[in-house]
């Protein structure tokens, strides 16, 4: 039997029981926190590592369906929104330095948002699109997020993010770069995120991710790490932090642990150094009066689950109705089933990608266009929503503009107002 029909026939044990109550399960559940992997499928995954070389890229590589996390990583993405309250309490901090390390908690404390066991987000496929809303965050503020896969190779998903009330904006993009490292396998982080406060003068801050590591492929307990550094900025004020992702070392050190500074660029003075456990206790240290204290206790997370419209209300392309099938596998944890209709999913792109080149045109996102000479001071993102908002409108402005671009909230579908062919870029205005 070849490596294919392995794959095609990869059905992890489970009793018919779990089978039904896994069905039952929807997106957001804890479901993804089980570590799926038994004896046939640790046999199948070494059969593809013995496949590969170190330092080869994974993109070509069909992984088995049993570290799939039941969701795109444009939905995934969302996670980085899921404590809303840090990021509004920032927002409505007068002091720039106390505003910075605000800024810094938030980010810090949406990196334990994942899966506990190794679980992999789904690949877009390109055009891919997915939005959602919330409309119950502190203050009664609302907020919404539109992405889509930009590119195929390199994968590239585009997003963009808006709370009209609380003048907040992002924009970013996540590139992830595969690579066999040989008992491990990493995905390098590439991308930057631009956040943009408008009540504070349009103020921008700008930050990288970690590197996501994979232990203990062909030998050891499977656990994913995040390593290397992040990089938080914001020019306006000349602060900005330096936060390394330390990952264990083969005799000494520890898990999850992470070390670094809060600094004033301007004077090269070291402010604050952070420590502690980006998925348990976070602390900030004033270097200046020797004060330590808690900046962030996971544990005590409060997380706030985006809404997306009804099933029916969904284009094909949109995340949740695209990979609807293969999700429900997933959940029964039906891997067969699963592998089918991710391979249905993937031979669709092909195809679509092969009748691209026979008609001789290209592919240009439907909602992000590229970034040019005139987007001052984002120009790593490559793409950007290619409608423009002014943050000093009125939230109700800025809402309805929004819902010019695509539908994110229920009640609205896609028709022929949002059906912009592939190979068409839509007017930037």
Known sequence: MGLTDKLDKLKLKSSSE???????NT?????????????????????IIAQLRPGMDLSKITLPTFILEKKSMLERITNFFQIPYLLIEANNTKDPLDRFVKMLKWYLASWHIAPKAVKKPLNPVLGEVFSCYWDDLPGNSTAYYLAEQTSHHPPK??????????????????????????????????????????RWDSEVYVMNQPNVYCRGILFGKMKMELGDHMYVKCEKTGIEADIEFKTKGFISGTYDAIEGVIKNSKTSE???????????????????TGKKEVLYDTTKSKKNKPKVRPLEEQWDFESRKLWKPTVDGLAQRNHELATNEKSKVENDQREKAKKRLEDGVEFHPKFFREVNENDVGVRDLEYILYKQFDLSDKPEHLRERLFTVAPIVPGQKFDEKFHYPAFKKPADN
Do not use: C, H
């Open 27 to 47: 997106y957001g559940d804890n479901s993804d926190d089980i570590d799926e992997v038994d004896s046939e499928g640790q046999n199948i995954l070494l059969s």
């Open 18 to 24: 779990n089978g039904e109550n896994d069905a039952k």
């Open 157 to 198: 998903s585009s997003y963009f993010y808006i709370s009209p009330e609380e003048k907040i904006r992002v924009d970013g993009v996540v590139i992830p770069k595969s690579r066999f490292l040989g008992n491990s396998s990493a995905a390098i982080m590439e991308g930057w995120g631009y956040v943009t406060l408008g």
């Open 270 to 288: 070291n402010l604050y150094q952070i420590t502690g456990k980006w998925n348990e206790v976070m602390y900030i240290k004033d270097i200046k």
